[in-house]
């Protein structure tokens, strides 16, 4: 079974300019998240689908990303315009509910370089 | 507010010893900790899992502890191996308004097991 695959794995813009990032989650799954890795942190949730509705939503920075979730499956975040420091990791994730709690599954990441 | 708290940033253990990271946290109202694995370049995946209502679970080399009253928890590895080398992240699940268990995560632990 395929994982959570992301796209692209790195990308190096310059501060100011727009920047979009691709999440294809596990098949089934009908939960995904972005969460941002900053350098020495660990993963924050950016933004939490159930299907095609943002449920979660608190934690994104709503004056320059957007998110998006067509379908209830790709989905993608954007980021216009990008500042120095939104320079980190993007991981998406999705989920299969088991028990109480979440077993999420990661994808590999897109890597961002803001200069 | 840092709720899920990894104090040693790395640790470097021999092959087949034993090697024992540590986590502490914050919020008494978590429900679920979590272990997961990161390697380079790739996306966390879950490791082991303990309810707060428990204290040890075991699952082949891998054992979570769980001690409520110190808001302390720990994964032991027994035997370790070069494989496991990798960042380990701890997190945590806290319920949100909505019913939905949000993952909190400490800053990790970067594991070098050498042969």
């Known amino acids: 079974e395929a994982g959570v695959v992301q796209s692209p794995r790195y990308k190096i813009i310059e501060k100011k300019q727009p920047v979009a990032f691709w999440c294809n989650p596990i098949?089934?799954?009908?939960?995904l998240y972005w969460y941002r890795q900053n350098l020495g942190q660990g993963p924050e949730l950016l933004i939490r689908y159930e299907n095609e509705e943002a449920v979660d939503d608190s934690q994104l920075p709503k004056d320059r990303f957007s998110a998006e979730r067509l379908k209830g499956v790709d989905s993608t975040l954007k980021i216009q315009p990008a500042e120095l420091g939104d320079s980190a990791v993007y991981l998406c994730a999705s989920t299969v509910t088991y028990d109480s709690y979440n077993e999420q599954f990661f994808g590999p990441g897109t890597r961002l370089t803001v200069l | 507010d840092q709720q899920v708290k990894q104090n040693s940033p790395s640790l470097s253990v021999q092959e087949g010893r034993i090697s024992i990271l540590n986590c502490d946290y914050t919020?008494?109202?978590?429900?679920?900790f979590l272990w997961y694995k990161k390697y380079p370049a790739e996306g966390p995946t879950f490791l082991i899992s303990?309810?707060?209502?428990?204290d040890k679970n075991e699952d082949g080399r891998f054992t979570v502890f769980l001690n409520k009253s110190a808001k302390h928890l720990s994964l032991h590895i027994v035997p370790s191996q070069p494989g496991d080398s990798a960042v380990y992240f701890c997190a945590a699940t806290e319920e949100m308004n909505t019913g939905f268990q949000k993952l909190v995560f400490g800053t990790g632990t970067r594991l070098l097991v050498s042969p």
């Open positions: 098949s089934g799954h009908n939960t």
């Open positions: 303990i309810s707060s209502i428990k």
């Open positions: 919020n008494s109202m978590f429900d679920y």
